[in-house]
């Protein structure tokens, strides 16, 4: 007779997943079936983990039951479908189950009619399962009543939609355990002599305490007692440790039946050294005088799992407040980060490609994260006082500590990890955390999640796909500033409550404290997931706002951001999220009128400061890359696409004042990064102008212009005020007609001008021309050689001088090149000026000082103008290039301080004096800078309030409140400047008692 598995050939059982097609036509021979249903059989088998190890599960069952049982096990196939699924399913995922079920045959229909039991019936079924025995009789009894639950949750997971039904797998697992506790604490009470002296509980920590516990882990423990009536403490805190000692004993000890799992209480005060059983007095006092900050993190998950009801009661009264106190201790972020990082660096290297729990992107990572965070804010929002991982993130999500989408790609990734942990588990019940090493084994666990086509190799890329997002989140939460923050604000300070904000207002400085209370209630009102996240964040930036001189307007202006961006999504969620965000807004709205009044009038600059280079500003070929790119987006219209170059030259504005005030930038690099920045703006401008021209008239642009860079633009000193002094220049292109090119000419500078120096919403960028040839009467553009004779026919000194400072800065880089060959002569003259040019050079700096400093000006105090100021400083500069630069190279520089450096290398002047020179150029450089950001404007001279030096000097870097200091040091330093200016530029003979009058000269 035909056997039925012959209707099914090798290749079809190889594509079902057999890895052994001969031996599973032998063992499908063995089974009862028709060759009718033999091929659905094997498809049935195909959706197992490993349909070798679900068929060979099915033979050996059926070879020990009875015959009655086997037959009804060989119809399970028709009769009930979902219950043949159950069985086969777990015979093929769990090789340790199905030993218990071939060692257990009766108990095969519990996997057929599987639920998961709650709480209470599992401690029933386990409890009057040890019923009153004692040693290996109760143990066996223990471990056949658990293994029977444990059968039938595996199959329900296993069957069913594993991500989603986890949390109900997981807290199925941590009753069960807390029913095996509960069972071990009965066989305890009846083994151990005058067990009744005791009232012992037992606290469930980790997983199990939780409620999202493994297949296979250690159950960890605390054990309270208490004595009961009548009886000493010491009496019954022996025969607590009796009884602590025979639970783990009856859990842990293998016998005919195996062993459940090791009952852990090293968690306990003092962990391995400290006594096994304490009263919850004792409790007390070791966490309110010795326990460290990672003991508060593990009792976040404390849960009474057995005993007595009341002692668990009091142990988790005494102990929450402490655990809800915790943040308030020193230093306890940085605890808890460095705990997660000891933890990592103890995975051995040889597992840290495989850890699913501890390596990087694990399940420490995420839970590490929501730890932290809960304990952090839960301080004060009861909310977040979870136990397990998912609820934390859900009410994290909830109460705006994490954003929605964070939250639900970390909920997924947590399940989705222990989905993978506990197929891991399930196959051979051992406790691990590894990703297997074998193909095999890793066939079998992408088979166990539903992978078919490449199980092996799929399962490792995605758990690695999972890992690595996971580690990205967990970085930036974890690892978040304003966590750290917030856990510095005391308690009270941390809860914002309108009785004490009024107070707390004042004593932080605000000098209007109602008004800021008014801020406060507009941002803080109602229940919305906005008015959440603001309650998270303004605690922590009124603080860093009171840090810094004017808290009012700090809040005032982000009072004024938050209103603008309204209900905008990625806002308060960048400040939450990303890096020192927050932090360095709110000390910039605090410190810079300049920084509010360009975040006001254009809001979604505000994404600067969650850029991950925020403090970085960009190079001038980046710059010119997001120009060039905002003004192809406007294909059609200029005047739009001007306003995007105006948009992004603004947010690097932003980005180098709020780098200046974080102290990222040095003078040097503040000046290169504004100089570039107007380099860049005036190339594409310079583009978008020809374009424009181009379009309107129809026809090609016939000449080339480059742009020469003037005064501090040229010398690539620019500060927040400078305009951009420039030359333009233009050359025909060959065959074209000169007055078409020169009419072309003209139109791309003055739409380049007019639409950089026009007042709008960004801000402007003056161009002045003023120093070309003829000044403001002269042709705003000319050609190379109309430059060419008009300096050989009709320059005078001081425009020579002012070429010293001339550098091609936009434009056709050729002509430039041919522009700086005519100029170098002139600037650099052969032999260097003479006494009578000198003579003329003193005279006019002389009529400046006389005649430009502002009526009612002070010459001391006048950055620019001043004495000892940046006029001094640089003319002095100047007239040494003029002299020497012929002779020695190096002093061809359009700058200043590198001139100076030169000059004392070559002798020509004091190092002492170079150095009192630069000290002052430098200190009225960044005064001026200083005085721009903090009063939103250009400043010329030294503030006369203290309120503005105190603002400018914090901005320099000095202490709040010490702006008294600032006149009297920059006196001082400029004084010291105009005496070297005086012998050196003036020729005047050094007298220190003495003011040098220059017209005398």
């Given at each position: 007779?035909?056997?039925?598995?012959?209707?099914?050939?090798?290749?079809?059982?190889?594509?079902?997943?057999?890895?052994?097609?001969?031996?599973?036509?032998?063992?499908?021979?063995?089974?009862?079936?028709?060759?009718?249903?033999?091929?659905?059989?094997?498809?049935?088998?195909?959706?197992?983990?490993?349909?070798?190890?679900?068929?060979?599960?099915?033979?050996?069952?059926?070879?020990?039951?009875?015959?009655?049982?086997?037959?009804?096990?060989?119809?399970?196939?028709?009769?009930?479908?979902?219950?043949?699924?159950?069985?086969?399913?777990?015979?093929?995922?769990?090789?340790?189950?199905?030993?218990?079920?071939?060692?257990?045959?009766?108990?095969?229909?519990?996997?057929?009619?599987?639920?998961?039991?709650?709480?209470?019936?599992?401690?029933?079924?386990?409890?009057?399962?040890?019923?009153?025995?004692?040693?290996?009789?109760?143990?066996?009894?223990?471990?056949?009543?658990?293994?029977?639950?444990?059968?039938?949750?595996?199959?329900?997971?296993?069957?069913?939609?594993?991500?989603?039904?986890?949390?109900?797998?997981?807290?199925?697992?941590?009753?069960?355990?807390?029913?095996?506790?509960?069972?071990?604490?009965?066989?305890?009470?009846?083994?151990?002599?005058?067990?009744?002296?005791?009232?012992?509980?037992?606290?469930?920590?980790?997983?199990?305490?939780?409620?999202?516990?493994?297949?296979?882990?250690?159950?960890?423990?605390?054990?309270?007692?208490?004595?009961?009536?009548?009886?000493a403490e010491p009496d019954a805190l022996e025969v607590g440790s009796k009884l602590a000692v025979e639970v783990m004993r009856a859990c842990s000890i293998s016998t005919g039946e195996g062993a459940l799992w090791e009952v852990d209480p090293a968690l306990r005060p003092e962990g391995k050294r400290g006594p096994l059983v304490r009263t919850v007095e004792s409790h007390r006092a070791y966490y309110e005088r010795w326990a460290k900050t990672w003991e508060f993190q593990a009792l976040l998950k404390a849960r009474p799992i057995a005993g007595d009801e009341e002692v668990g009661a009091a142990y988790l009264a005494a102990?929450?407040?402490?655990?809800?106190?915790?943040?308030?201790?020193?230093?306890?972020?940085?605890?808890?980060?460095?705990?997660?990082?000891?933890?990592?660096?103890?995975?051995?290297?040889?597992?840290?490609?495989?850890?699913?729990?501890?390596?990087?992107?694990?399940?420490?990572?995420?839970?590490?994260?929501?730890?932290?965070?809960?304990?952090?804010?839960?301080?004060?929002?009861?909310?977040?006082?979870?136990?397990?991982?998912?609820?934390?993130?859900?009410?994290?999500?909830?109460?705006?500590?994490?954003?929605?989408?964070?939250?639900?790609?970390?909920?997924?990734?947590?399940?989705?990890?222990?989905?993978?942990?506990?197929?891991?588990?399930?196959?051979?019940?051992?406790?691990?955390?590894?990703?297997?090493?074998?193909?095999?084994?890793?066939?079998?666990?992408?088979?166990?999640?539903?992978?078919?086509?490449?199980?092996?190799?799929?399962?490792?890329?995605?758990?690695?796909?999972?890992?690595?997002?996971?580690?990205?989140?967990?970085?930036?939460?974890?690892?978040?500033?304003?966590?750290?923050?917030?856990?510095?604000?005391?308690?009270?300070?941390?809860?914002?409550?309108?009785?004490?904000?009024?107070?707390?207002?004042?004593?932080?400085?605000?000098?209007?404290?109602?008004?800021?209370?008014?801020?406060?209630?507009?941002?803080?009102?109602?229940?919305?997931?906005?008015?959440?996240?603001?309650?998270?964040?303004?605690?922590?930036?009124?603080?860093?706002?009171?840090?810094?001189?004017?808290?009012?307007?700090?809040?005032?202006?982000?009072?004024?951001?938050?209103?603008?961006?309204?209900?905008?999504?990625?806002?308060?969620?960048?400040?939450?999220?990303?890096?020192?965000?927050?932090?360095?807004?709110?000390?910039?709205?605090?410190?810079?009128?300049?920084?509010?009044?360009?975040?006001?009038?254009?809001?979604?600059?505000?994404?600067?400061?969650?850029?991950?280079?925020?403090?970085?500003?960009?190079?001038?070929?980046?710059?010119?890359?997001?120009?060039?790119?905002?003004?192809?987006?406007?294909?059609?219209?200029?005047?739009?696409?001007?306003?995007?170059?105006?948009?992004?030259?603004?947010?690097?504005?932003?980005?180098?004042?709020?780098?200046?005030?974080?102290?990222?930038?040095?003078?040097?690099?503040?000046?290169?990064?504004?100089?570039?920045?107007?380099?860049?703006?005036?190339?594409?401008?310079?583009?978008?102008?020809?374009?424009?021209?181009?379009?309107?008239?129809?026809?090609?642009?016939?000449?080339?212009?480059?742009?020469?860079?003037?005064?501090?633009?040229?010398?690539?000193?620019?500060?927040?005020?400078?305009?951009?002094?420039?030359?333009?220049?233009?050359e025909p292109l060959p065959d074209a007609d000169p007055r078409l090119a020169q009419s072309q000419a003209e139109e791309v500078v003055m739409f380049l001008a007019n639409g950089l120096s026009a007042a709008g919403p960004d801000p402007a960028l003056g161009v002045d021309a003023d120093l070309r040839p003829e000044g403001k009467a002269g042709p705003i553009v000319r050609t190379l050689a109309s430059y060419a004779a008009y300096y050989e026919r009709w320059s005078e000194g001081w425009e020579a001088q002012a070429l010293l400072r001339a550098h091609p800065i936009a434009g056709d880089e050729e002509l430039a090149r041919?522009?700086?060959?005519?100029?170098?002569?002139?600037?650099?003259?052969?032999?260097?000026?003479?006494?009578?040019?000198?003579?003329?050079?003193?005279?006019?700096?002389?009529?400046?000082?006389?005649?430009?400093?502002?009526?009612?000006?002070?010459?001391?105090?006048?950055?620019?103008?001043?004495?000892?100021?940046?006029?001094?400083?640089?003319?002095?500069?100047?007239?040494?290039?003029?002299?020497?630069?012929?002779?020695?190279?190096?002093?061809?520089?359009?700058?200043?301080?590198?001139?100076?450096?030169?000059?004392?290398?070559h002798g020509l002047l004091e190092v002492r004096d170079a150095a009192a020179l630069r000290e002052s150029w430098t200190l009225a450089t960044r005064l001026r800078n200083a005085s721009v950001l903090w009063r939103g404007r250009p400043v010329d001279s030294l503030p006369g309030s203290l309120a503005d030096s105190d603002g400018i000097a914090r901005i320099l870097g000095a202490p709040v409140n010490s702006g008294h200091e600032l006149s009297e040091r920059y006196l001082r330093v400029a004084r010291r400047a105009r005496e070297v200016v005086d012998r050196v530029f003036y020729g005047a003979e050094p007298d220190a008692?003495?003011?040098?009058?220059?017209?005398?000269?």
């Amino acid at each position: 007779m035909r056997s039925p598995a012959s209707s099914v050939s090798r290749s079809t059982l190889a594509r079902a997943g057999f890895t052994e097609p001969e031996r599973a036509m032998g063992m499908l021979a063995e089974l009862t079936a028709s060759p009718k249903t033999v091929a659905d059989r094997v498809a049935s088998l195909s959706q197992t983990a490993s349909p070798d190890h679900a068929l060979l599960g099915l033979v050996r069952l059926g070879e020990v039951l009875p015959e009655a049982e086997n037959a009804r096990l060989a119809a399970l196939f028709t009769d009930d479908r979902p219950g043949w699924d159950r069985l086969v399913t777990l015979l093929g995922a769990s090789s340790a189950l199905t030993d218990h079920l071939v060692r257990h045959p009766e108990y095969w229909r519990d996997v057929v009619d599987a639920e998961v039991r709650g709480r209470q019936e599992l401690y029933r079924v386990l409890s009057e399962a040890v019923s009153d025995n004692t040693g290996t009789e109760a143990y066996d009894a223990l471990r056949v009543a658990y293994y029977r639950q444990l059968v039938q949750i595996a199959a329900v997971d296993l069957t069913g939609d594993a991500v989603e039904q986890f949390p109900q797998i997981s807290e199925a697992l941590a009753e069960l355990a807390g029913a095996a506790v509960a069972a071990a604490l009965r066989i305890a009470r009846n083994t151990v002599e005058g067990s009744d002296n005791c009232r012992l509980t037992v606290i469930g920590m980790g997983k199990c305490g939780g409620r999202e516990l493994n297949y296979i882990s250690d159950v960890d423990v605390i054990f309270v007692a208490a004595p009961a009536a009548g009886v000493a403490e010491p009496d019954a805190l022996e025969v607590g440790s009796k009884l602590a000692v025979e639970v783990m004993r009856a859990c842990s000890i293998s016998t005919g039946e195996g062993a459940l799992w090791e009952v852990d209480p090293a968690l306990r005060p003092e962990g391995k050294r400290g006594p096994l059983v304490r009263t919850v007095e004792s409790h007390r006092a070791y966490y309110e005088r010795w326990a460290k900050t990672w003991e508060f993190q593990a009792l976040l998950k404390a849960r009474p799992i057995a005993g007595d009801e009341e002692v668990g009661a009091a142990y988790l009264a005494a102990i929450q407040p402490m655990v809800w106190r915790a943040a308030d201790r020193d230093n306890f972020v940085e605890d808890v980060q460095a705990m997660r990082r000891r933890v990592e660096d103890h995975v051995p290297q040889a597992e840290v490609g495989r850890q699913l729990k501890l390596g990087p992107g694990g399940l420490r990572d995420i839970e590490f994260s929501m730890q932290l965070l809960q304990l952090v804010h839960g301080r004060t929002d009861e909310r977040l006082r979870n136990r397990g991982t998912l609820a934390a993130m859900e009410s994290l999500s909830r109460g705006g500590y994490i954003g929605r989408v964070d939250a639900h790609e970390l909920d997924q990734a947590y399940r989705e990890l222990r989905v993978l942990e506990h197929r891991i588990q399930l196959s051979r019940m051992r406790r691990t955390h590894l990703i297997p090493s074998s193909a095999a084994e890793l066939r079998a666990l992408g088979r166990s999640l539903g992978l078919r086509a490449n199980p092996e190799t799929d399962v490792v890329k995605q758990w690695r796909e999972r890992a690595a997002r996971v580690r990205r989140l967990h970085e930036r939460i974890f690892y978040r500033p304003l966590l750290t923050a917030v856990a510095n604000l005391p308690s009270d300070e941390a809860r914002l409550t309108r009785e004490n904000a009024e107070d707390r207002f004042a004593a932080l400085g605000f000098r209007d404290a109602k008004g800021a209370v008014r801020h406060l209630e507009a941002l803080t009102a109602g229940v919305s997931r906005r008015a959440a996240i603001q309650r998270t964040l303004l605690p922590v930036m009124l603080q860093w706002f009171s840090e810094e001189v004017d808290p009012d307007l700090g809040l005032l202006a982000f009072r004024r951001l938050s209103d603008a961006l309204g209900s905008t999504h990625w806002f308060l969620k960048m400040l939450r999220d990303e890096g020192r965000a927050a932090e360095t807004l709110a000390r910039s709205l605090a410190g810079s009128r300049y920084v509010g009044q360009l975040l006001e009038n254009a809001p979604s600059s505000v994404r600067v400061f969650g850029s991950q280079h925020a403090l970085e500003p960009l190079s001038r070929e980046r710059l010119l890359t997001i120009m060039r790119g905002a003004v192809d987006r406007q294909p059609d219209d200029d005047d739009a696409a001007l306003l995007a170059i105006r948009s992004a030259r603004r947010d690097e504005l932003i980005r180098i004042a709020v780098a200046d005030m974080n102290g990222a930038l040095d003078l040097d690099s503040v000046e290169r990064s504004l100089t570039d920045l107007a380099a860049a703006t005036l190339q594409g401008t310079l583009e978008l102008g020809i374009r424009h021209v181009e379009k309107v008239s129809g026809s090609t642009v016939s000449t080339r212009i480059t742009i020469i860079g003037m005064g501090r633009l040229g010398g690539r000193e620019m500060g927040y005020s400078s305009d951009a002094d420039v030359m333009f220049v233009h050359e025909p292109l060959p065959d074209a007609d000169p007055r078409l090119a020169q009419s072309q000419a003209e139109e791309v500078v003055m739409f380049l001008a007019n639409g950089l120096s026009a007042a709008g919403p960004d801000p402007a960028l003056g161009v002045d021309a003023d120093l070309r040839p003829e000044g403001k009467a002269g042709p705003i553009v000319r050609t190379l050689a109309s430059y060419a004779a008009y300096y050989e026919r009709w320059s005078e000194g001081w425009e020579a001088q002012a070429l010293l400072r001339a550098h091609p800065i936009a434009g056709d880089e050729e002509l430039a090149r041919e522009f700086t060959e005519l100029i170098d002569p002139l600037r650099y003259p052969d032999g260097g000026i003479d006494a009578v040019a000198v003579r003329s050079i003193r005279m006019l700096k002389a009529r400046m000082e006389a005649e430009r400093i502002p009526r009612g000006g002070d010459r001391r105090t006048h950055f620019k103008l001043g004495r000892g100021g940046l006029s001094d400083v640089e003319w002095t500069v100047q007239l040494a290039q003029l002299e020497h630069a012929h002779e020695i190279p190096e002093l061809r520089h359009p700058g200043t301080t590198t001139p100076l450096q030169v000059l004392a290398q070559h002798g020509l002047l004091e190092v002492r004096d170079a150095a009192a020179l630069r000290e002052s150029w430098t200190l009225a450089t960044r005064l001026r800078n200083a005085s721009v950001l903090w009063r939103g404007r250009p400043v010329d001279s030294l503030p006369g309030s203290l309120a503005d030096s105190d603002g400018i000097a914090r901005i320099l870097g000095a202490p709040v409140n010490s702006g008294h200091e600032l006149s009297e040091r920059y006196l001082r330093v400029a004084r010291r400047a105009r005496e070297v200016v005086d012998r050196v530029f003036y020729g005047a003979e050094p007298d220190a008692d003495r003011d040098t009058d220059p017209t005398r000269c």
